[in-house]
């Protein structure tokens, strides 16, 4: 099974809307952490917000925020006023302990398309 | 504010050839990982370490060693190159400390091409 689930390959929104990338997981851990990742078209990879499994509240880093339903095993990132330099990749991932490390596993991603 | 360094950023092998994937962090993070990344796959975990002399397998180890003897530096070695590790690879790295909830730092890829 699938630990992580992105489910939208591809995703368009006009520049200054709100969009949400769909996230689901899989693990019977207790503790773990949640992460989205941007790539954009030059290939890096660029940690965006964290969410841990005991966290009361979503986190939010400026335009991003992570929607964590943690009874639908959902972790859903939310850019607010979407601009152009959003045009990229995004990763969901988590990270659990496994054995003696915490391994970070992720999802397919979702392209996302800003437009004018 | 180097973070973590990775040589080289691109790369063309024949088949049957050997190259050494280098990475060096500066952050003097416990635990080290490369990950490969293919079309429509994300990052798969190919070596993890926790620390100078301990590595461990991830989800698709053949066809690759590492080993780890400081702590700044996990070099990935492929001993006989096949078409099918044509991909971008990726080393990143974080603190073991708080584990679950460290984010990863990666270096910038390397692009390698198997022909």
């Known amino acids: 099974a699938q630990k992580i689930t992105q489910t939208q390959p591809g995703m368009f929104v006009q520049e200054k809307e709100a969009v949400t990338l769909d996230c689901t997981y899989d693990t019977s851990d207790p503790s773990y952490g949640l992460f989205w990742y941007k790539q954009p078209s030059s290939g890096e990879m660029i940690f965006l917000i964290y969410q841990g499994s005991y966290d009361q509240q979503n986190a939010t880093e400026g335009r991003y925020s992570l929607n964590f339903q943690k009874a639908r095993k959902s972790a859903n990132l939310v850019i607010s006023a979407s601009q152009l330099g959003d045009s990229a990749m995004y990763f969901c991932a988590m990270r659990e302990t496994t054995g003696t490390a915490s391994k970070l596993t992720f999802g397919t991603g979702t392209r996302l398309q800003v437009t004018l | 504010n180097a973070g973590v360094t990775q040589t080289p950023k691109f790369q063309v092998l024949k088949t049957g050839q050997s190259m050494t994937l280098q990475c060096a962090q500066d952050m003097n993070h416990e635990y080290m990982s490369w990950y490969r990344q293919d079309p429509g796959m994300g990052l798969r975990l190919i070596h993890y370490?926790?620390?100078?002399?301990?590595?461990d397998q991830g989800e698709v180890p053949n066809g690759y060693n590492v080993s780890r003897s400081t702590t700044e530096d996990f070099p990935l070695r492929l001993l006989s190159a096949a078409p099918s590790q044509t991909s971008v690879y990726f080393c990143?790295?974080?603190?073991?400390?708080?584990?679950?909830?460290?984010?990863?730092?990666f270096g910038n890829g390397t692009r390698l091409t198997v022909t």
């Open positions: 370490s926790v620390g100078a002399g301990i590595t």
């Open positions: 990143a790295s974080s603190s073991q400390w708080a584990a679950v909830h460290s984010p990863l730092h």
